[in-house]
Nanobody
């Protein structure tokens, strides 16, 4: 099994930037396609971005495309989400997730087996 721990969340003003991280332990991160999801109270957990095992392919939701960048450093067993031009509607708990190679790039939360505990990102207007 792989354990995932997010960090780097916080409070930022609209238009600002924030970079959150997801560190893995238990198994090498390079074995897994990864993704970021986010969730606000009372809402479904929604897809934000995903990345294949090597980092050569990335996918984004329409709401963050052009503003967020997902990346990974397998040597450090860490994934990142660089968030620029943040908006109040980006406020959420952000979760990292890992899945098997078959589901690489999936936007569906049901396809992800391993999850972190989440990190809060709050964007003030």
């Amino acid at each position: 099994q792989v354990q995932l721990v997010e960090s780097g969340g916080g409070l930022v003003q609209a238009g600002g930037s924030l970079k959150i991280s997801c560190a893995a332990s238990g198994r090498p991160l390079e074995n897994y396609p990864l993704a970021w999801f986010r969730q606000t109270p009372g809402m479904e957990r929604e897809f934000v971005a995903s990345i294949n095992w090597s980092g050569t392919y990335t996918w984004y939701s329409d709401s963050v495309k052009g503003r967020f960048t997902i990346s990974r450093d397998n040597a450090k067993d860490t994934m990142y989400l660089q968030m620029n031009s943040l908006k109040p509607e980006d406020t959420a708990v952000y979760y990292c997730a890992a899945t098997g190679l078959y589901y690489s790039g999936s936007h569906e939360k049901e396809k992800y087996e391993y999850w972190g505990q989440g990190t809060q990102v709050t964007v003030s207007s």
